[in-house]
Structures are given as C-alpha cells and as structure tokens.
C-alpha cells in the first residue's frame, strides 16, 4: 500500500501516519518528492490489508499495490532514482557508457582497450575477472589479479571500474577494487548474493536473466534494496527466444517498461543482446532513443583473439564511430553522452 499525503499535510500529520503503521507491525518507506510525500508501506499483507488510512488528517488517498516489489516501484518513489557511482552519476542526464573486454586477459590487453574506450568518451571500464561461462573448459577469468588489473588500469585513465561478482563470498574482495558490482545474468535469482549485496555499500548493477519476465527482474532488485542497498542499476542484455540468428534477443521494450515501472535507471548490453558486432552499433543507437540511462558494450583491440565474446566485440574504431553517432540521438532525447 502507498499512502499519498496531501500537499498541505503538516510534518504532525506525516509523523502520525507513520507511528499508526508502525504501532501495526509494519514497516515505512519514505518518498519525499518535490509536489507530493509518499509513505510506502512495507510487510505482512493481512497487516496492511486491515490497515485503515484514509480518515487520518493529512492523508489525501491510499493506493493498494499489487505488485509484490515495492522499494523498486516507482508508486513507491514517483522521481527517477540517479545513482552516483563514485562521482558518475547514472539516470541523470548523462548516458552514461561502460566499455571494455569482456575479459580481463592480461594487463597489455586490458590496457589497450581501456586507452581506447576512454578516448571514445566511456566513463566506465568493464571486464570479466570471474567467468561464469557455459562450459567448464572455457577460460574462467584470471580472478583477483584481473580485479588488479581493472584498478590500475581504469586508475590509469580515470575510470571506474565495473566487474561481475559471482559469489557472496567475494563480496569483500571485488568490492575491494571495483566501483560497481555487476550481477550476471546467470546469478539474477542467485537470492543469497542478492541478499548478501543489499547489505553491501557499493552500487550494483543488475542483469537481466537469461528467461527472466520483467516482475522476475524487478523483484531480483528488490531482494537487494530490501536489504538497505537502494543504489541499483538494471540492465537489460537480451532474453532467450526461438530466434537463433542472433545470440539473445534484446528486448528494448523492457526499457519503456522498466521506465514506467520503476524508478532505478537502466542501461543496455547491446554486445550480448545480439552476440554480433555488426548489430551493436544499430542496437545501442536504438536503445539511446528508448530512453536507456547507459549502455555497457564490449570493446577489444584484437576481437579475433579475444579469450571470450570476440564475435560481439567492437574494435576501438568502431566503438569510437558508435560514440561520435550517438551524440545525435542523445540529443534528441535531450541527454548528453
Ligand atoms: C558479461 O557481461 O560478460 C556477461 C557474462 O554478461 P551476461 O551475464 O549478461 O551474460
Ligand atoms: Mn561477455
């Protein structure tokens, strides 16, 4: 339930409401946006279902929420969320890009691609040191000397760092040298990471499962924020269909969706929404012009050696192509990249 406060609402009358949901074993949730105040209330459903609002001064109307997210809703919050990753802020009027190898393979490799992502305007720098891959024999990622090297490098040429986390253990030590942790698809309902991330202190970034519906996703988010962790970013990187032409099919409705739904921001993979190169750059423009908060894509200074998605990656002069066009559609959009 939502209890919207009238505009003339006293802090008297705010505080009232809330000690009467509280005295009822529940839980609040402030939102206090600049027209109106929104007191989101969180816990039991026969609780809330006896919860009588509506007559108490101050209290314009109440609202039932059928959905079983709340801290995501944007019923629960009306104002678009921007989160500041060490100074980046994401759902701001910035795309914000995330660019790089989609695996740490060694500092010469990492580097290069880092020059080359900065110089095409990234503010991120993305690379893979914990390899959730499909097979076992499959290069697994080089793990905290690759986290190493996303530091130096991304220090190197002031950039932040965003890397996957794929196990609630390691919560300490990724967090120690990434500015954003990434949730990977395949650990979108991993509920102990998830539980495990709502208590940590840094941002994190969450993909989109493989078959995931978007109340799936959005309830994901919400183990995360209601564990105290409310800086969350959604990424939508392409769901399985019976489509086999490309490696995933990207759905750009999700950002329309997401958008009406929530209020977290939410960037586009277009590198893994296709798995080819050749339709990142079309696919990011459109994401761009789906109103998306930032794209992540993976760029490589060798694709036709890279250890992992080579097929998806851009070299360095097509991601700088890609960025020198989305500048105009950012602007029709009134955004800025
Ligand atoms: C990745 O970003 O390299 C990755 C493994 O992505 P996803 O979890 O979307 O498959
Ligand atoms: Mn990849």
């Not at 995501?72 to 678009?80: A, L, T």
């Not at 690379?127 to 076992?136: D, E, I, L, Q």
């Not at 990424?235 to 489509?243: A, D, F, K, M, V």
């Not at 958008?259 to 960037?267: D, G, T, V």
């Amino acid at each position: 339930m939502i209890i919207v406060m009238s505009p003339s609402a006293t802090k008297e009358n705010l505080e009232k409401v809330i000690k009467k949901v509280e005295s009822a074993g529940l839980r609040t949730h402030i939102s206090e946006g600049e027209e109106v105040t929104i007191v989101g209330v969180i816990g039991d459903k026969k609780k809330i279902a006896n919860l009588e609002m509506n007559m108490m001064e101050g209290v314009e109307k109440t609202v039932r929420i059928t959905e079983k997210y709340k801290l995501v809703s944007r019923n629960f919050h009306p104002e678009d969320t921007i989160v500041d990753v060490d100074g980046v802020k994401v759902g701001g009027k910035q795309i914000v890009v995330m660019a790089g190898p989609c695996s740490v393979e060694s500092i010469e490799q990492l580097r290069e691609a880092a020059k080359a992502v900065k110089a095409g305007g990234a503010q991120f720098l993305r690379g893979g040191a914990f390899k959730p891959r499909t097979s076992p024999y499959d290069f697994q990622g080089l793990a905290e000397d690759g986290l190493k090297m996303l530091r130096q490098v991304a220090d190197e040429e002031g950039l932040k760092v965003v890397t996957e986390i794929v196990d609630k253990d390691d919560l300490e030590l990724v967090g120690k040298y990434a500015d954003l942790y990434q949730v990977g698809a395949r650990n979108m309902q991993n509920f102990q990471l998830l539980k495990a991330l709502g208590k940590a202190n840094k941002p994190v970034m969450l993909k989109r499962g493989l078959s995931a519906t978007i109340s799936e996703w959005l309830n994901a988010a919400e183990y995360i924020m209601a564990g105290g962790n409310e800086q969350v970013i959604l990424c939508e990187r392409g769901i399985r269909t019976y489509e086999t032409f490309t490696r995933n099919t990207l759905d750009l409705s999700a950002v329309a969706a997401v958008k009406e739904l929530s209020h977290l921001p939410i960037i586009v993979d277009p590198s893994h929404g296709t798995g080819r190169w050749q339709m990142v750059k079309p696919m990011a423009r459109a994401a761009v012009a789906a109103g998306c908060d930032g794209l992540i894509i993976e760029v490589h200074p060798h694709p036709e050696v890279a250890l992992s998605d080579g097929d998806q990656s851009l070299t360095p002069k097509n991601f700088n192509l890609l960025m020198s066009e989305l500048g105009r559609i950012a602007e029709v959009m009134e955004r800025t990249v």
